[in-house]
Every structure is written in structure tokens, then in C-alpha cells.
């Protein structure tokens, strides 16, 4: 008995994109039927996830991060690999992080610590959000060799970050000057609760990259580039430093090298660009949670991190 079409691209439309790769292998006259209906149920499908993308993503599957478009097979797969790195992370949180007092947040009880997978899950996909923000215009799409130039250590030269060789500052990929204004833009129209959110998330990974609670200058500098990084490149960048196999755990170092740098120029003054996502998140939380005194505004913050988390008391 054939099948009508109808149903046949339901089921497509409910499928991982193996299943449906695998679907489509069975019979050529079932493939081009699913492939001339790519638009329809790539739609469908992204709009399945938690926060469907806005327009154009960025690959995160290797070093190198292409654009890709809406509406097509290649962008569910990406949302898919999302997916199953955030699903990982949260898995392993607790391994991964200190949660029951984690440095720089409010300690969190038992059953916030149970809670605490949600709000992770949802800081994630929002950094992706944000990251994605530059594969869309006015943003210059970056050449290839731009990405390689990461392993070539080519961001940690003062002149990466300065205007004596302006090319590689315009196709630098860890900076995305271009996307930095569209960027806080999104950032400020967040709720409290997203907001609150990412700056659990951030913190969390921040304080736990520099693995003592003894703070010099130097590992400042660390946890607050790392927390940058985090901010402006999503999932690609956390799966790679947290949980990536040796070529990204590699490419994750280089970046975090790449922003000490960055942060060196901007101190020297050499490097002008628009404030960073991490004070712009800071900013905004204090603005949301309002007081008098710092001490009232910081009292504030953990008000809202444990509401977020459900306060017990």
C-alpha cells in the first residue's frame, strides 16, 4: 500500500537528521520528494528547538565556523549537534563546575542545584544566539584562512588587534567588532531571569577556569576573558574548552591567548572597539536589579540568581 505524500513528510519533519538521511536512502522517488520539500521541513524542524535561530548560524562542528542559511537541512543538523554538546555539558555540570558554592554566586541548596540544568540549558542556547548574531549582516563573512590563522597563534600578535594590519583585524573571527553593537543591543532587550541566567553561566565557568580562589591579576584576566569568549561564541566555544577532544580544547586555549592580547591593547588604549559583552551583561544586570549602595545592588544579584533557581526559604 503506498503512502501519500502528506504523511510522508510529517514523518520527515519529526525526524534527526540521521533517521531521515536513512529515510531518504530507501527509495530515490522518496528522496526527491523530501529534498524538493527542504524548505518546509527544515522550518519545522527549527522551530522544534528551544530557541529557534533568527536568521543565519554559525557552524560549530570544527575549527572553522561557517555561515549557514535558514531554511535548509545543514542548518537543522548544526541545531541538532547544539542540542546534544548542551545536553552533554548539563549532564556533567557538576563535574565540570563547582555547584553547592560556586565562587562569585550565592550558594545554592540541594534542590536549586536540581534546577540548575534548566537554567544552564537556556544560558546556552542564548550565547548561541548571541554568537550568531554575526553571521548575519552587515557582518563581512570571513575567509577560511582567517580561522586557520587561530592555530597559527596570528590573534595573539599585538597587530591582530591594532590598526597596522587592518585586514586581519576586519576578518578576525574572535573579535566580530562588526556584530559587537547588535550584540549588546540583544543583551539589553533580555528579561531579568535571561539575564540572570547567563550570568550564572558565565561566573560559573569564569571562576572554575582559573581553578583557585586565590585571585591574582593574571587569572582575573583569564576568568574575565574566558567569560568574553563565552559570550561571543556560544556552544562552539564551552563544548571546545569543557568537553572537546584535544584539537578543540587546543583551539579554546588559543582564543583565551587571542583575548589576553585583545585585553592588553584595550588597557594600553591601541585597541578601540565597543564595550565587552561580559560588562555589558554586568551593566545590565545591575540596572534590572536596582539599590542604593553597591552592597544593596550585589545583595540584589543573588536576590534574583535564587529566585531564578527557586528560593527555598
Known sequence: ??????????????????????????????????????????????????????????????????????????IVRELELREHRIA????????LVSCECPYGLPALTVSQQARLG?????????CDRI?????????????????????????SLPEAMGSTDEELSKFNPLTRIDARLRQIEY??????????????LVNMIGYQSISSKTITPEKFASKVITEECILRHGTWFVWSDLLGDIDMIVLASY????????????????????PGLKMTLSKRFRELVGGETTVQV????????????GDDE
Open 1 to 74: 500500500m503506498k503512502m501519500p505524500n502528506e504523511i510522508l513528510l510529517t514523518l520527515a519533519e519529526h525526524m534527526d537528521t540521521a533517521t531521515r538521511l536513512c529515510f531518504m536512502a530507501s527509495n530515490k522517488k522518496l528522496y526527491n520528494l523530501i529534498n524538493s520539500y527542504e524548505h518546509s521541513i527544515s522550518e519545522s524542524r527549527a522551530a522544534s528547538f528551544p530557541l529557534p535561530p533568527l536568521g543565519n548560524i554559525l557552524s560549530s562542528s570544527t575549527h572553522e565556523r561557517h555561515v549557514l542559511r535558514p531554511y535548509t537541512f545543514k
Open 131 to 155: 554568537a550568531d548574531i554575526a553571521a548575519n549582516e552587515p557582518c563581512v563573512l570571513i575567509p577560511p584562512r582567517y580561522y586557520d590563522y587561530i592555530f597559527d597563534e596570528m590573534y
Open 255 to 274: 582564543i583565551v591567548e587571542a583575548g589576553k592580547t585583545e585585553l592588553r591593547g584595550w588597557e594600553a588604549g591601541t585597541f578601540n572597539a565597543p
Open 88 to 95: 552533554r555539558l548539563v549532564k556533567y555540570w557538576p563535574q
Open 187 to 200: 543583551i539589553r532587550s533580555l528579561s531579568l531571569e535571561d539575564i540572570a541566567g547567563l550570568f550564572t
Open 118 to 126: 534548566s537554567v544552564i540549558r537556556r544560558a546556552l542556547n542564548q
Open 298 to 309: 550585589a545583595i540584589n544579584m543573588d536576590t534574583a540568581i535564587s529566585k531564578l533557581l
